[in-house]
């Protein structure tokens, strides 16, 4: 069985090289003469000029298209192999009529054939709105370029050897764009030579456009219904056990059932869809989970990724073909055993008591938050995400949208004055009795020490609730690929770091949890091979951060 898979995925890409191959072999052949003694055998058989003339521009523009959707043919797309098994009839066609070139047609014939043989393997959708703009591009190109050549011809043909009444004006500039050759049509002047090639121009310009539209991916834009939100709630606070499954009810993702219990919230950026940790269900059904979600993605010409996901099903995501790679290490406090007392705790000891000596307290606030609390924690939002001239994150973690954080329990810091300086959100894992933190907020002039005083009352807080556990989130890339026998992918991940890390201080942060000491559990980025990391590893950003996430980086 795994045999016949691999032989049908050499068979699809392979088949997309040659097409490759025999788009420059249309695009050499349009340019080189034909042989004599078979140009007089066209001849005899009364074959036009025009006829031969039009069939070498045919051949040359089936060659351009056959480029273009070569890497449709890659990503299995149903429409590009249409498109393109009609294109190699075409160009067999054109072959023939400009030559008799038999060779040429015949690797057009045997691609054709391989086609049709593999055509149960082109089975990924295009995006529908993308199918219908490129048709109307289709429809505006030769609408636009039949006015433009027109209107040209007919106001300038004193730049060329024959006048153009309006009739022949239009008749001229259909057999130039669709039949792609020129009957008689002799420019007298350099700009009657620029107009005519600017036909041609136009015309390959707008038909390229249209070809790529109709084998675009398919772009989700709407996340999910409301019936699908709430479908997932359900199973979320059924199933959900990891910091993760709050951020799975945002409204950034959309949502694949895998089964009847069993949920995966992802977010789609261009080819790429990004599943936030693994399926959250019942254990049985992830396997069944996991190859339906990455057979969807197959179907949506999507390149399917889990990001941050536990130890727990690595061998599951193996078995179905995908690897698996550590990005970073996931802070755990047990509360439990969690003090301050201890020779390794006096510094916090110390922070502590210099910030309440300064009338600094902290006080927890259930909710619903009243509406001037609301508008105080904007306003320190808001000067926290200024400091640091960007924008708010998504995917992985929570934005500051009011109705999530008036429903959620929030820490804050207060001033001698009594005003907030600084405060975060906590989130409950559902099934899981541990507590985590979200936002994370301050103002830049708030003194030293205050987000550790912030931090040791939160997990004193909830101790004295009875939680288990206490995360603190991942802490991203920091001990990954440090050690010479780490994968390579590990060891690129960590040199990526290091020069990221002048802009973003992930040591700074994981020595802050450090602090605490927690124990570190890894997290993994499952993806397709290796092939795929440079995408899976743009959609992973571009969710976090948005399309202009090297806008924000670079800014920054």
């Known amino acids: 069985m795994k045999r016949s898979s691999d032989l049908e995925i050499w068979g699809v890409r392979l088949s997309a090289v040659f097409t490759f191959v025999v788009g420059m072999v249309n695009l050499i052949s349009a340019v080189q003469p034909a042989l004599l003694e078979r140009l007089t055998i066209l001849r005899e058989a009364a074959i036009p000029l025009e006829v031969r003339f039009g069939s070498r521009l045919t051949s040359a523009f089936a060659g351009f298209a056959l480029l273009l959707l070569a890497n449709g043919l890659f990503r ?74 027109t209107i040209g011809f007919y106001l300038l043909d004193r730049h060329f050897s024959t006048p153009f009444n309006f009739s022949q004006a239009v008749r001229q500039t259909l057999m130039m764009f669709i039949a792609f050759y020129d009957p008689g049509l002799q420019p007298i002047t350099g700009f009657g030579r620029y107009f005519a090639d600017s036909i041609y121009v136009i015309g390959l310009g707008t038909l390229g456009f249209a070809l790529l539209m109709l084998i675009r991916p398919v772009l989700v834009r709407q996340p999910a219904t409301a019936e699908e939100r709430m479908r997932a709630e359900k199973i979320i606070q059924q199933y959900g056990r990891t910091p993760l499954a709050r951020a799975a009810l945002f409204e950034d993702k959309s949502y694949f059932f895998g089964g009847e219990d069993t949920v995966i919230a992802y977010a789609t ?109 904007q306003q320190i939002s808001d000067a926290w995400l200024t400091s640091r001239h960007g924008g708010e994150m998504h995917f992985s973690v929570g934005w500051f949208e009011e109705n999530y954080i008036r429903h959620s329990p929030v820490i804050v810091v207060r001033g001698a004055d009594g005003e907030i300086i600084a405060f975060a959100n906590l989130v409950s894992e559902y099934q899981k009795n541990e507590l985590t933190l979200d936002l994370m907020r301050h103002f830049s002039n708030v003194p030293n020490g205050t987000m550790d005083f912030l931090f040791v009352r939160m997990l004193q807080w909830a101790k004295q609730q009875g939680y288990d556990h206490f995360s603190l989130g991942l802490s ?78 670079l800014w920054n």
């Not at 973003?504 to 290796?530: C, D, I, Q, S, T």
Request: hydrophobic share 40%; net charge neutral; charged share 20%.
């Open 269 to 377: 950026s261009g080819r790429g869809a990004m599943a936030l940790g693994d399926p959250i269900g019942p254990d049985h059904q992830m396997a069944m989970a996991i190859e339906k979600f990455r057979d969807y993605c197959s179907r949506n010409d999507w390149t399917p990724a889990f990001a941050s996901t536990l130890p727990d099903y690595l061998e599951i995501y193996r078995s179905l073909g995908f690897e698996a790679t550590c990005i970073g290490y996931e802070a755990i406090v047990d509360l439990k055993s969690f003090t301050l007392e201890g020779s390794q705790n006096k510094g916090l000891r110390n922070t502590i008591s210099r910030m309440e000596r300064n009338g600094y307290t902290t006080e927890v606030l259930l909710p619903p938050l009243e509406d001037k609390c609301m508008h105080e924690l």
């Open 76 to 149: 299995r797309k149903r429409v590009a192999w249409i498109l393109t098994t009609i294109l190699l009839s075409v160009s067999m066609l054109s072959h023939l009529l400009k030559g008799l070139d038999f060779e040429e047609a015949g690797i057009s014939l045997a691609l054709l054939l391989v086609l049709i043989l593999l055509r149960h393997s082109f089975h990924a959708l295009s995006d529908p709105p993308s199918i219908r703009q490129g048709i109307l591009v289709l429809v505006g190109a030769v609408l636009f370029t039949l006015m433009y050549g």
């Open 476 to 553: 991203a890339i920091v001990g990954v690929g440090e050690k010479p026998e780490d994968p390579r992918v590990e060891q690129a991940l960590h040199t990526l770091a290091e020069y990221v890390s002048r802009f973003y201080n992930f040591k700074g942060l994981h020595a802050f949890k450090e602090k605490f000491h927690p124990h570190w559990e890894p997290r993994y980025l499952v993806y397709p091979g290796v092939g795929s990391l440079p995408l899976v590893l743009t959609t992973l950003l571009k969710v976090h951060s948005g399309e202009n996430f090297l806008v924000k980086f």
